[in-house]
């Protein structure tokens, strides 16, 4: 006999998949095909180890059912009453002593266009103004000088409108070159740009750099212009199309979709994109736009693009179903077991830099000024970062503590959340059924999975 009881079962889900049954293990993310036998086993916590035997007697042996005992113990399904205390979270981990990986400088606080739903008011974030040449490289101290032993750093471009500021990223770009030549670490630049202010000298100063691009593109025209427009109400759709056209030719160019009340047919949205040729999609949901009723359409809509997604396997389009970012990272993450301690990288490894240099946990909170962490110049307040960091952590999240999804879904932005509940730790219920309907038709998405499939999906080698 390999346990002995009392046990007790961590939390687990039992889903079924074309006539089989798999479990769950939500605490580990672990995904396993069972039988009848294990979910009497899931459902016999309490009992005595003979009445577990006298139950599944008639249909197993009892060195098989010790054999089943072990190995649900092995996969932390099941647990000895002694051990309970192994169960609880490391409290051990040192907050204050992560890395720093990336930063994204808030370049410009203004924006020429006037979008409905901007979460940074028109782009100013209640602070309008534009980052000067100083800031900006002490922010690139900063961020070589707390990355630890992190090699891979990353630099995002960001605003309101960054090209409305295009001379300080070339500063950026020139003095980064420097710092690495002084470092053993390697800079990425990304950008995220509405795409109207995009020349040929732009175009290929980005290309020389190796910028990654990505646009703010909502779908077809119509459903484009509905949000995203001058503040004469003119649409950008076209001119947006007009300047990214030798991009999209490259195919070097993605695109970030606010998904609306105004279009929820989201496969319409994606097929649309990839067909003007955008390389990568990924689509994100105006939350706070969105009515409970919306919600439960959006849901309806992933569902299709779950089939879609699954039609482009069937016909070994490989390449196009992982442009669709929606999907693949569910299914990437369900594929190696990982859990997410924190929703994002905000304050863990990421921070963002306003105009004026001051540090805030991501791009969303430079509106909130109680959320400032210090300044490139000064530094940050440890205690105060710490504590952020602790209050993100999905464990304190006690909303989400019954959940089966949290530990994929990560319990929701934290600037949203704080909007719409008044608490970064509260997500509100109609975007919580929205992500628990979108994972578990990704996990049965996952379970269809053919080996070939998962091959081409997974592979780091494509």
């Not at 006037?114 to 101290?141: F, I």
């Amino acid at each position: 006999m390999v346990i002995s009881v009392p046990f007790e079962i961590n939390p687990v889900k039992i889903i079924e998949e074309n006539k089989n049954l798999y479990l769950y293990n939500i605490k580990t993310n672990g995904l396993f095909q069972i039988d009848d036998v294990v979910v009497d086993i899931c459902n016999s916590e309490g009992k005595e180890i003979e009445e577990i035997f006298e139950l599944l007697k008639h249909r197993s042996s009892r060195a098989e059912v010790d054999r089943l005992l072990a190995s649900l113990e092995e996969a932390s399904v099941i647990y000895h009453n002694k051990d309970s205390s192994i169960q609880k979270e490391c409290k051990s981990c040192n907050d204050e002593q992560v890395s720093l990986s990336s930063i994204i400088l808030m370049l410009v606080q203004e924006c020429n266009l006037r979008c409905s739903y901007c979460y940074g008011g028109d782009g100013e974030y209640n602070d309008r103004g534009r980052m000067d040449t100083e800031t900006a490289l002490k922010a690139v101290d900063y961020l070589f000088d707390h990355s630890g032993e992190e090699e891979e750093l990353n630099i995002c471009f960001f605003g309101g409108e960054p090209l409305l500021n295009i001379e300080v990223i070339r500063e950026v770009v020139a003095y980064t070159k420097l710092k690495q030549k002084e470092s053993n670490k390697r800079v990425t630049y990304s950008m995220t740009t509405n795409g109207t202010l995009i020349s040929k000298e732009i175009e290929n100063f980005l290309l020389d750099h190796h910028v990654s691009i990505q646009i703010s593109l909502d779908g077809d025209q119509m459903t484009h212009d509905f949000n995203r427009y001058y503040q004469n109400r003119k649409g950008t759709y076209e001119i947006i199309l007009n300047r990214t056209e030798s991009l999209r030719k490259k195919g070097v160019i993605t695109a970030r979709a606010t998904i609306s009340p105004v279009q929820l047919d989201i496969t319409h949205t994606l097929t649309h994109l990839m067909g003007i040729g955008i390389r990568h999609v990924a689509m994100y949901p105006a939350v706070e736009m969105l009515s409970e009723e919306d919600f439960e359409k959006y849901a309806q809509e992933f569902t299709k693009l779950v089939v879609h997604f699954e039609s482009l396997l069937q016909a070994k389009k490989y390449g196009e179903a992982r442009q669709i970012s929606n999907i693949l990272k569910y299914l990437k993450m369900i594929h190696s077991s990982s859990k997410r301690d924190y929703f994002c990288g905000a304050v863990s490894h990421m921070l963002a830099v306003d105009v004026h240099g001051n540090l805030y946990p991501c791009q969303r909170f430079v509106n909130e000024k109680n959320y400032s962490l210090g300044n490139v110049r000064e530094g940050v307040n440890v205690r105060k970062k710490s504590g952020m960091l602790s209050e993100m952590r999905l464990e304190k999240r006690t909303v989400c503590g019954e959940c089966w999804a949290k530990n994929l879904c990560g319990g929701g932005c934290p600037q949203e959340n704080m909007v719409l509940s008044g608490s970064i730790n509260e997500p509100v219920d109609r975007y919580c059924n929205f992500t628990r309907s979108a994972i578990m038709d990704c996990m049965k998405l996952y379970l269809r999975l053919t080996k070939e499939d998962k091959k081409n999906l997974f592979s780091a080698k494509r």
